[in-house]
């Protein structure tokens, strides 16, 4: 296992490789955490936002749930049009998702870019990130995009927009696209569907990449 | 301890090592498969995007298990190219099983072309008629659904194809219809997908998502639904599945004669073996061959050209794409309202061009297809990074347009030269999982590679303009399909200059065979998985035939 012995190649490691096309195969882009190796780790946990968006959250602190819920929002806000990012349950399949032991490395390395989305907002407008009017958080987001292409903000960024969108339009059983509204929102339609999606089914995508590790199928 | 011997051992039971096992099992020899992946099966096979398209359920993850990629005189970086997927049937699982013949002048390219500069063109030591039973044997055995229609470019065929072709998206008559107009001829694209009830398989549902997904119908005629059920049949085969092949070692004669592994708790296994197959994929076969060295080898098994590795191809890459507004546009083309998921057109005109005056005188294919309807590559692609990044309103009104969009585009599968600088190496200082080197991955394009490429690029997005879409996008021209992969262990005549011989044994080692895409002299223009399938199936019979006479 070269797990955490090389960061060497980890800093070197360009994710453009893996945001390369599949479309051969129909385009699979495997997650890949190898940003914001220079950000400091997260502050403890304050007792500040008491209000907190309730939830069963088990990867982040308040703050951080917080920043998060603010973040996917103006990635994919509601409009009149179709659901958002939070009808579809988007922080809650990025709390469950980064719990998956493939994620671990994606995992270290998406927390400690939400304290640099607060700090961000707070170096510019004083306040925590989800604190901040729409129209700065969309400022501060278009900052972390904008960044050079290799830094930590760039990547934390474009890993942002994967989780936003794994959690829209991903198999509802991970806990987002709640009743399909991503689905919904781009036409998605699957023909002679296969019923997994089915909360009867009793899939539960999530359970099934844990156990990848053993195996899965016959063989395990 | 080494386990009981057996006739034949078979490291991977894809495209090459499946043919393989059903022919010697058949033949009544005893044979143990080995595969690194998991034993799927029908109910594993989930429209489940994250778990099959973006995460290890078929391909390894980069830290797990990467491959070193470096094109041109950039680094090496570690990368998830050129793997295929790690399961029982390998790559066929997740195929979108695009079954092309190859034409008789793929085998003669050096003939054709004569001495390229910068390319290490060959022909082949068989000629297509030698292969040519073989896959009339691959489309009965797999089960191919398609109508061979005459045209320039049609590859001498005793008869149409087992199964009748799928059923088709309008699109495909109105992109026969613009072809014509153009001077062109779009053909039926075959494909490795049941069209009606065979051999016990159903037929398949049309449920759009079928391209880098498991088919829980067992239409799709991967080796896992079509050959190794019929292998294990036989009673003669046994597979077993999460064991990776670490080294095949050599007697004191320098013949192979067991092949060491890991089973699937980790513990290593010597399986003997009179005969040795490796099927693994150019890249993997390689290295497990550079990696099992000896005083006899000491640069890798039967290595004694130095083309162990050597002359890897690909498949040159293009695509571009023509979009249409179904709410603007129906009305002017009722066919953007219809649903039915495969397209199944290639333009096969530029094949070989008649003289070099455009740069190139090899090309390949079209193939047009409706966009893979996987929603979150299409949601991160959308929303785009950095300074062409969206999010907020902008993304949205993007996946609403998306919505309202039907997508028709092409991808090239062109002839790959050979280089010198395109090859497999084994990467020492860099350890997988389970701490064995990687195989590092080398490509240098030979430049009229890119200029055909652009050329057919150039040509299909005309048939597309003439269509009338809202807009054209071009996704790019140089780029390479690694899932389809050959070279490294090309078969030749000449031991000095080729690792197997026309049988696929290696020269240097009279009971080493290697029967994936590794053979491949050069890449042909279209996707090889067929081609893989008919030519183990030869090499099968011609070892049948040697074990049968000592």
């Known amino acids: ?220 | 301890m080494a386990k009981p011997s057996v006739d034949v051992c078979i490291v991977g039971s894809g495209a090459g090592g499946a043919p393989m096992a059903l022919t010697l099992g058949q033949a009544g020899f005893k044979v143990v498969v080995l595969e690194k992946g998991p034993w799927y099966t029908k109910d594993d096979f989930v429209h489940d995007e994250i778990l099959s398209s973006r995460r290890n359920f078929f391909m390894p993850l980069p830290w797990d298990e990467p491959h070193l990629w470096k094109k041109d005189t950039a680094n090496f970086q570690r990368t998830n190219e050129a793997w295929t997927a790690n399961c029982v049937g390998g790559g066929t699982v997740h195929m979108s099983g695009f079954f092309y013949r190859l034409k008789p002048v793929d085998f003669r390219l050096k003939t054709l072309l004569g001495a390229v500069k910068g390319a290490n063109v060959a022909d082949w030591p068989i000629a297509y008629s030698d292969l040519a039973p073989y896959y009339d044997k691959a489309e009965e055995e797999l089960g191919v659904s398609g109508n061979a229609v005459p045209h320039k470019f049609l590859e001498p065929r005793k008869k149409n194809y087992p199964l009748p072709p799928l059923g088709e998206h309008p699109v495909a008559f109105e992109l026969e219809k613009a072809a014509r107009s153009l001077g062109w001829q779009a053909i039926p694209t075959a494909r490795g997908i049941t069209s009606i009830p065979y051999q016990g398989r159903a037929a398949c549902v049309y449920c759009t998502l079928c391209g880098s997904y498991g088919c829980e119908h067992d239409a799709k005629s991967s080796t896992l639904a079509s050959l190794i059920p019929k292998a294990l049949a036989t009673k003669n085969v046994e597979l077993r599945p999460r064991c990776m092949a670490t080294q095949v070692l050599t007697d004191d004669k320098g013949l192979a004669k067991s092949v060491l592994y890991l089973d699937e708790d980790g513990v290593t296994q010597e399986q003997p073996a009179r005969v040795v197959v490796v099927s693994a994929t150019s890249v993997e076969s390689a290295r497990l061959l550079l990696a099992s060295k000896s005083s006899r080898f000491a640069n890798g098994l039967g290595n004694d050209s130095g083309q162990l590795g050597k002359n890897l191809v690909f498949s040159s890459f293009g695509q571009s794409r023509a979009i249409f507004r179904v709410s603007k546009q129906k009305a002017a083309h009722p066919w953007l309202e219809a649903q039915a998921p495969f397209v199944n057109r290639s333009l096969q005109d530029f094949y070989v061009m008649p003289d070099d005056r455009f740069g190139f005188k090899k090309g390949g294919t079209l193939g047009f297809m409706l966009a893979h309807p996987n929603p979150i590559y299409a949601g991160v692609k959308l929303a785009g990074k950095g300074k062409d990044g969206v999010f907020g309103a902008s993304l949205k009104q993007k996946l609403a347009e998306y919505k309202d969009s039907r997508i028709v585009e092409f991808e090239i599968y062109g002839e790959f030269l050979p280089t010198d600088g395109t090859f497999v190496s084994l990467a020492e200082n860099v350890k997988d999982k389970y701490g064995l080197p990687v195989a590092a991955i080398s490509v240098q394009r030979h430049p009229t590679d890119l200029v055909m490429t652009k050329f057919l690029v150039e040509r299909g997005e005309e048939l597309l303009q003439s269509l009338d879409p809202q807009s054209v996008e071009r996704i790019g021209v140089q780029g390479e399909t690694t899932i389809l992969q050959g070279g490294t262990c090309r078969f030749g005549a000449d031991p000095a200059t080729s690792f197997l011989d026309k049988n696929c044994r290696a020269h240097a080692v009279k009971n080493l065979y290697v029967v994936d895409g590794s053979f491949l002299p050069s890449s042909g223009g279209v996707p090889i998985t067929l081609t893989i399938v008919a030519n183990s199936f030869r090499v099968a019979d011609a070892l049948v035939a040697q074990l049968k006479h000592g």
């Open chain 1, 1 to 220: 296992m070269t797990d955490g012995q090389d960061p060497a190649w980890r800093e070197r490691l360009s994710r453009r490789v893996f945001v390369n096309r599949l479309t051969f195969m129909g385009g699979g882009v495997v997650l890949l955490g190898s940003a914001c190796k220079d950000e400091p780790k997260p502050k403890k946990p304050s007792p500040r936002l008491p209000e907190a968006l309730v939830s069963s959250h088990r990867t982040f602190t308040d703050d951080e749930w917080a920043t998060l819920t603010a973040a996917v929002d103006r990635v994919l806000p509601k409009d009149e049009g179709a659901a958002g990012a939070l009808e579809a349950g988007v922080p809650e399949y990025v709390d469950r998702i980064l719990q998956t032991q493939e994620l671990r490395r994606m995992k270290d390395d998406f927390i400690p870019g939400l304290a640099a989305l607060d700090r961000r907002a707070q170096r510019l407008f004083k306040v925590p990130f989800a604190h901040a009017a729409d129209h700065q958080k969309d400022e501060v987001l278009t900052l972390f995009k904008d960044s050079p292409e290799s830094s930590g903000e760039a990547k934390w960024y474009e890993i942002l927009v994967v989780l936003t969108m794994e959690g829209f339009l991903g198999d509802p059983s991970y806990g987002g696209n709640r009743g399909e509204v991503g689905w919904k929102a781009v036409g998605f339609t699957l023909v002679g569907r296969n019923v997994k999606a089915d909360p009867k089914s009793g899939y539960d995508g999530a359970k099934t990449l844990d156990a990848l590790r053993c195996g899965g199928g016959k063989g395990c």
